[in-house]
């Protein structure tokens, strides 16, 4: 099963992801963790991507396509994935689909977690990531069991400088200028669906569920 999870930043995506990827036994691929831990091993892609992701802007495609292409050429991705903030532009998708095809291969949902605009700045600024694992919580809707610390690695937990209300607003633009299209193009070709966000966590998850199953 190919899964794609489209939405705004903080419409829950990973949060989602990461339970259907143990549901299923596929792998979740998010370009945003990946980058964060190029980040912090200080690698010359953690060093380029840096000043994009910090401004709420995204990293060039070019430096996110083959990297993902390549990703999904591992052993572990033979049953399927799930990606989560990839695809974020018409080339990524573009990009993606030539791959697929090439191996006769095709995207089988494009699951849009829905959130309007207002609930995510809320979302967001209450959004806690773990510096060890990338583990997410929230500090209302999700809390750890310890306030600042990660439930699977016992590392601290942190807001994210791109979590920011300032930078959120940004990125919100970029989401619908740039990534919004998505949605028609998985629709064409019969992939998408829309799933209500703003409901609580296991009623989105059993909502994607239903679909999967
Ligand atoms: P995304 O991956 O789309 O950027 P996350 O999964 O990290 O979003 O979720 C953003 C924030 O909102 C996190 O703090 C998460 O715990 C919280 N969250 C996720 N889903 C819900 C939900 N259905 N209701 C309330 N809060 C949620
Ligand atoms: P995320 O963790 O998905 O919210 O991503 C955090 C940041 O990483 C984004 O704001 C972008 O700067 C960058 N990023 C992640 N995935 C992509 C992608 N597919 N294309 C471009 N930039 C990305």
Request: charged share 30%.
């Amino acid at each position: 099963m190919k899964i794609i999870m489209l939405g705004a930043p903080g419409a829950g995506k990973g949060t989602q992801a990461k339970m259907l990827a143990d549901r299923y036994g596929i792998p979740h691929i998010s370009t945003g963790d990946i980058f964060r831990a190029n980040i912090k091993n200080n690698t010359e892609l953690g060093q380029k991507a840096k000043g994009f992701m910090d401004k709420g802007l995204l990293v060039p495609d070019e430096l996110v396509v083959d990297l993902v292409i390549d990703r999904i050429k591992n052993a572990d991705c033979m049953r399927g994935f799930i990606f989560d903030g990839f695809p974020r532009t018409v080339p990524q998708a573009e990009a993606l689909t030539y791959a697929l095809n090439n191996q006769n291969e095709k995207i089988d949902y494009a699951i849009e977690v829905e959130v309007p605009d207002e609930n995510i700045i809320e979302r967001m600024g209450g959004r806690r990531a773990c510096v060890g694992c990338g583990a997410t919580y929230h500090v209302v809707f999700n809390a750890p069991k310890v306030e600042g610390i990660c439930d699977h690695c016992g590392e601290k937990l942190i807001l994210r400088d791109d979590d920011k209300p300032e930078t959120v607003k940004d990125r919100l633009k970029v989401y619908h200028d740039q990534t919004q299209p998505l949605i028609d193009f998985y629709a064409e070709k019969g992939a998408h669906v829309r799933i209500d966000g703003t409901q609580d966590i296991m009623k989105v998850f059993e909502d994607i569920t239903k679909i999967l199953d």
